[in-house]
């Protein structure tokens, strides 16, 4: 399937038209921002780059899909890659010059070159990460959570301990409950999180690097939604 480019929405999802429906390629982007967080004038600007790159590296030439797309979701959005006419992985590419980040979706062997790719370009400072505004955030450093509110983020912290309700499983990236770094996830996504090998209490005493929207309420946490969002990145520091 072929496709033209259309834009780069400011919550840094790629967006073609594909007959009615709009194409994502995922997972590059954070997901939507909830209702009530505007993106950041920083991320426009970014998206701005970003639309510049893409229509000079397209050129007006066509896109390719996979022949085979998955259905809509019920925002009517396709979840797929998206490749330039050389064949080119088109967010691998954003992601390695630095434009994006990584936001999994979902579970995705996929995943791993992405990963590797926003490695480099975190190391080389490129596109955004020259910015010291989106540099991997502390799990126990109240004042640059707070200033990250309602934002997508990276956060790096040592698992400190798990807690659970009957709806919700958390874990703590911090002493400090009140101020640190929780991430949560519901009970329902368990078997998902099983599936994919990602055991929550197997990450106590782990250092990870999540990566979610911010939501800054009674505490600061994220909510994932697949195991995906979470890298474990070595033992505690």
């Not at 998206?47 to 809509?72: C, G, N, Y």
Request: with cysteine; charged share 20%; aromatic share 6%.
């Amino acid at each position: 399937r072929r496709v033209l480019f259309r834009s780069i929405e400011e919550t840094a999802r790629f967006c073609s038209q594909c007959g009615n429906q709009t194409v994502k390629a995922e997972p590059v982007g954070p997901p939507p921002l909830p209702v009530g967080h505007a993106a950041s004038p920083r991320g426009a600007a970014r998206m701005a780059q970003a639309q510049m790159a893409v229509q000079e590296w397209t050129a007006s030439q066509f896109l390719a899909l996979p022949q085979r797309l998955p259905l809509a979701d019920r925002w009517g959005r396709i979840l797929t890659p998206v490749f330039l006419a050389t064949g080119e992985d088109l967010g691998l590419r954003l992601v390695a010059q630095g434009f994006v980040r990584v936001a999994p979706a979902h579970s995705d062997p996929c995943l791993a070159p992405l990963l590797e790719a926003e490695q480099r370009a975190r190391n080389a400072k490129l596109g955004l990460w020259a910015d010291s505004y989106y540099a991997v955030l502390a799990a126990t450093s109240p004042t640059a959570l707070a200033a990250h509110a309602g934002e997508f983020v990276i956060v790096e912290g040592v698992v400190q301990r798990m807690g659970q309700t009957s709806a919700r499983i958390y874990l703590d990236l911090g002493a400090a409950r009140e101020r640190n770094l929780s991430v949560t996830m519901s009970r329902q996504n368990m078997k998902v999180f099983a599936a994919a090998g990602g055991v929550p209490d197997q990450w106590i005493g782990k250092t990870i690097r999540v990566r979610g929207v911010l939501d800054f309420g009674e505490r600061p946490q994220i909510e994932i939604y697949t195991p995906a969002a979470v890298d474990v990145i070595g033992p505690k520091l």
